[in-house]
């Protein structure tokens, strides 16, 4: 890791007064020349006074949403590393220069904290956050490349050029999965990097939703399926109006080999519809499929257009 890299720590702030002191300074002890920044979004407690008593540069996001807050922080912040955590102390501060070293010495461009905790412990890791990151991040692996483990986890370390060609639209807890499917698409090097995991501190609160946060993550990953891979969408829609319409129109066609007959012609109308609406699918997916591929060359284009990190 090189001291004249600058370092920058992003903290998403809500309500976080039990622990955001805590985080701040573990920030600062561990890597003492990097500076601090808290986003606080519309927290109603001590956050902003703690954070600031603390020594971070506190700045405020009000449109509510932890992808809104990322989205900002990407936007106003220049640094040559990014340090992406929460200020909510679950995560392994400790473990940053180890990460930022990965990133450095591969010229890698994001190094994701997979997260190990005591399984036995229901208040660090919740069975169904585990069961639905496994099934989140499984059906990513399928859809977009199996490089990570942890689609989920909040805390990265990033290079300028991730964070400057990041074209971020989520709003919440779905940022997470946005941001990997961003590196996924463009083929950026990347890794991961076991950390602890820990509980959340007493009369500290977690802000997620199983079942809410879960959809909402599984709604980002199909809109981005169609954004990124319309030809597998469309193609999937495709063969599901296929089958749709062979299904229909079988017990049609067995009767008119026996019979010469049609008897149910508004089944046939459906069948001859239904079909139809499967090429039209299946053209929408190939055109739209060069249109994203044009897309994701202008990506890249932008993305080789940041200077690299320097690792000299």
Do not use: W
């Not at 506190?58 to 990014?82: L, P, S």
């Not at 990570?148 to 999965?177: C, H, M, N, Q, W």
């Not at 030809?231 to 049609?252: H, K, R």
């Amino acid at each position: 890791m090189k001291k004249s890299h600058d370092i920058a720590f992003l903290i998403p702030c809500f309500n976080e007064e039990v622990a955001i002191t805590k985080v701040v300074n573990n920030c600062k002890e561990t890597i003492p020349e990097a500076k601090v920044y808290v986003f606080d979004n519309n927290s109603t407690d001590k956050t902003i006074g703690l954070a600031k008593q603390a020594g971070a540069i506190v700045k405020q996001e009000h449109t509510q949403g932890k992808g809104n807050v990322v989205r900002r922080m990407f936007a106003d912040i220049d640094a040559d590393i990014y340090i992406l955590c929460d200020g909510d102390m679950t995560y392994d501060i400790a473990s940053a220069p180890k990460m930022i070293n990965k990133l450095v010495q591969e010229c890698q461009d994001m190094v994701v904290a997979t997260r190990v905790s005591d399984r036995t412990s229901e208040q660090t890791y919740p069975m169904g956050h585990v069961f639905g990151n496994k099934a989140l991040t499984g059906i990513v692996g399928l859809l977009f490349g199996n490089c990570f483990s942890d689609i989920l986890s909040g805390y990265r370390v990033f290079s300028r050029r991730f964070v400057k060609s990041f074209p971020a639209i989520s709003r919440g807890f779905e940022i997470e999965t946005e941001l990997t499917i961003h590196a996924l698409e463009l083929r950026m090097p990347v890794s991961e990097i076991k950390t602890p995991y820990y509980a959340r501190p007493i009369d500290s609160e977690s802000k997620l939703s199983t079942f809410k946060d879960g959809s909402r993550i599984l709604m980002v990953i199909i809109f981005l399926l169609k954004e990124v891979r319309p030809l597998l969408f469309f193609g999937s829609i495709f063969l599901l109006l296929s089958l749709i319409a062979i299904v229909l129109s079988y017990p049609l066609f067995i009767t008119y080999i026996d019979t010469g007959l049609v008897p149910r012609f508004p089944t046939a109308i459906l069948a001859s519809g239904t079909m139809i609406l499967a090429f039209l699918s299946l053209a929408c997916g190939a055109i739209l499929d060069s249109v994203s591929r044009g897309r994701r060359e202008v990506k890249r284009m932008h993305y080789l257009s940041i200077k690299p990190l320097d690792t000299h």
